[in-house]
């Protein structure tokens, strides 16, 4: 168990340079006029509601929320759920969040790359790194859980 918490560490703190990476080029390409932010918002705002949306949906699509997803959202996105909190969400929310994620991350990829092709890469590395972490979170993944990263890894390909 060690070994996995070190290993889900490594991976956290990864992500959250990566993410700092990507973020810093959002803003990069703000400056230079590549993003369009009349009509999409902040470059990194648009990103981090569609990444936060999709690992939301990879959260809940088995309608179990676990204690240590719940740390890895918060923690890396700087949120302060509870896990009765998702659960709520997750009620309120179900069919939007399950249906809309896929479909947001693969137009926000494309919209991405259409500014910048290394900045939509590094979308799709933030994206899949998060479905790696939260699918080694838990003992086993479900067949939902599965199902929710091929139709995510499918929309971003």
């Not at 369009?36 to 699509?61: H, K, P, R, T």
Request: some cysteine; charged content about 30%; aromatic content about 8%.
């Amino acid at each position: 168990m060690e070994e996995m918490d070190a290993e889900l560490e490594e991976m956290t703190e990864r992500f959250r340079e990566l993410y700092a990476d990507f973020a810093g080029g959002c803003a990069g390409a703000e400056e230079d006029g590549r993003w369009n932010g009349e009509e999409y918002g902040s470059m990194e705002g648009y990103a981090f509601a569609a990444l936060s949306g999709a690992i939301l949906s990879l959260i809940v699509s088995d309608g179990n929320v676990g204690e240590r997803e719940t740390e890895l959202l918060n923690r890396n996105f700087g949120f302060d759920y509870t896990v009765d909190g998702l659960l709520e969400l997750y009620g309120y929310a179900a069919r939007d969040i399950l249906s809309n994620a896929a479909e947001n991350a693969g137009e926000c990829a494309r919209l991405i790359d259409k500014t910048d092709e290394e900045l939509g890469k590094t979308f799709r590395d933030l994206l899949l790194l998060a479905c790696d972490i939260l699918s080694r979170c838990e003992d086993g993944v479900s067949e939902a859980e599965s199902d929710t990263v091929a139709k995510l890894k499918k929309a971003i390909a």
